[in-house]
């Protein structure tokens, strides 16, 4: 019986539904055997490093993941970094296909002038900051401002602008990172404005995003009643369900009575940030109005964007605009590309499953006679890798630290630590 080997680089959903994807294809006649390379010590992607700590239940999909990862065929190298210590080149001479699923790191910039100044971050800095990734620990983020501004209209915005106005104590039961806790504790940030270029019926969040705002205990949501009746006229009769669905939640959002909350996030919409000043650091934001001819300015010591995301490139694959380029999946040869590195930042957790399903169906269709010509435990130092095993000792570690404390895990953040927990 044919065995195939298969290497999916990413640890994130979309290299998890991969892998599952691919088990689900064996039958007696096709087997494949799975290595998962992931550079960071731990894997799943934006569920350990994206998905908001607030929103526990998002993360249960990594029960998924590990069933994935426990089934015989498929084994984890993690801490092994594509590019230094494997090359693409190597990956697909030893196996029969690559599956490269490294998602979409960098945030996208305004390329407005001030965008560079110190307290304007991108959003792909300040989450991954408030979930432990190790690379951004140290990142510098000032919170001892009164204002903040988000941009962009998407959940990911929501996220941020969310996790600077919640009262801090909400996140003690959560698993974000200690040090995020710590510094968000200090916080003076009292108003969070998360600015829309367009209007209310344009606006990327979703409706269940939406609809858990008014439910923050401590924190005054604010939405212009005015705005949200301009948008649904300009919706029409017959606007799409989801446009429907966010414009409702919105009209909730905008009739909750006012609070004394010390803490508020408010919602700006037709607003298109033009130019960001500041005297060394941020100190405005300069907003044209959409669509006339009228600027306005907002004082403010923290600009962080959410506007969407691309790909760090990495060398031996093609790139075209953020993304991999690729025809459904296919990049060359035999070298695919699933989730965001393949479509973009768009859609959620789940759209992974049946996009990285379709794309194992064109390799599996596509394979020749297997090659038996090594694999990724030939090339690298063995006394590095963070194996499946490792893994669970660093979940288990996690979990057990964060018991006493009523989180679901304490989270490592560096390198060393999470090493140490894997008995490395
Ligand atoms: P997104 O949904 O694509 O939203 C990006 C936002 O940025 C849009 O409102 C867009 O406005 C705005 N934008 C883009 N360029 C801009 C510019 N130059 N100036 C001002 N605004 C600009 O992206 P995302 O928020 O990063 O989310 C990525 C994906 O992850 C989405 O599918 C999202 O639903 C998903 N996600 C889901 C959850 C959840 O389920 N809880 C949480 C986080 C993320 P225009 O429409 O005007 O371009």
Known sequence: MPQYKIAIVGAGPAGYFAAMALQNLQNTELQFSIDMIERLPTPWGLVRSGVAPDHPKIKTVSKVFEKVANEENFRLFANVELGSDVTVEQLKEMYDAVVIATGTALGKK????????????????????????????????????????????????MDVARMLALEPAELDPTDTADHAITELKDSSVRTVILSARRGPEHAA?????????????HTNVVMNKSDIQAAIVRAGDAPEKDVKNNLDAMLLIADKEPTTHARTMKFQFLATPIEIKGNGKVEEVVFQKTGIDETFSLKCGLVITAIGYEAA?????????????????????NLYVVGWAKRGPSGVIGTNKSDAADVMKLLAENLGAPKNAGDVSDVI?????????????????????????????????????????GRL
């Open 205 to 217: 969040f979703t409706s269940p995003e939406l609809r858990e705002l008014p439910k923050l205990e």
């Open 313 to 333: 490139s990495l060398e031996g694959i093609p790139y075209q605009k953020g993304k991999v380029v690729n025809n459904d999946g296919h990049v060359s040869e």
């Open 381 to 421: 130092a063995h006394d590095k890798v963070v194996t499946q095993q490792h893994w669970q000792s660093i979940n288990d570690a996690e979990i057990a630290a964060g018991e006493p404390l009523g989180k679901p895990r304490r989270k490592a953040v560096t390198r060393s630590e999470l090493l140490k927990l």
């Open 110 to 157: 305004l390329g407005i002038p001030g965008e560079e100044l110190a307290g304007s971050m991108s959003a792909a800095t300040f989450v991954p900051w408030y979930n432990a990734h190790p690379d951004f620990k140290d990142e510098s983020v000032d919170l001892s401002c009164e204002t903040a501004v988000v941009i962009g209209a998407g959940n990911v915005a």
